[in-house]
C-alpha cells in the first residue's frame, strides 16, 4: 500500500523537524499555537499581494483600456485597445480578516 510522499527531511514551515515521526510522539494534539521550530510562523495569512493596478491619473483597476478611432473601408470605428504600459502594482494589502494559510496541515472540520 505504498504511499507516494517522501520519508526525506524537507523544509515544512508548520512542522518541527519536518520527519512523520512526531506527529505520531503528539498523538491527535494539534493546535494552532506558533509552532517551536520557527517562533514567528502562524498558520494565518494577515497580507496578501494585490491583483490590481494604479494608472497616470491614479485610477485603481485590474484592467485598464482606452478608446482608440480605426478607419476601415471609409468607416470609423470605436475600439478598446488595453493599457499595459505606466501602470503601477498597488503592492502588498492588509486582509479584511486572516485566512489560513495554504500549507498549514491541519484538517479543521471532519464531516
Known amino acids: ?14 512542522s518541527g523537524s519536518g520527519s512523520g515521526d ?3 510522539k503528539d498523538g491527535n494534539e494539534q493546535s494552532l499555537a506558533r509552532v517551536r521550530s ?25 484592467e485598464f483600456y482606452e478608446e482608440t478611432i480605426v478607419t476601415k473601408n471609409g ?3 470605436a475600439k478598446l485597445k488595453r493599457v ?7 503592492g502588498i494589502v492588509k486582509l ?6 495554504v500549507d498549514f496541515p491541519v484538517i479543521l472540520c471532519e464531516a
Open 96 to 101: 479584511d480578516f486572516p485566512c489560513i494559510h
Open 1 to 14: 500500500m505504498g504511499g507516494s510522499g517522501s520519508k526525506s527531511k524537507g523544509f515544512w514551515p508548520f
Open 75 to 77: 468607416r470609423k470605428r
Open 38 to 62: 520557527f517562533p514567528g510562523a502562524t498558520p494565518f495569512v494577515f497580507t496578501r499581494r494585490s491583483s490590481m493596478y494604479f494608472d497616470e491619473d491614479g485610477d485603481l483597476a485590474h
Open 22 to 24: 512526531e506527529a505520531a
Open 84 to 90: 499595459q504600459k505606466n501602470l503601477t502594482p498597488q
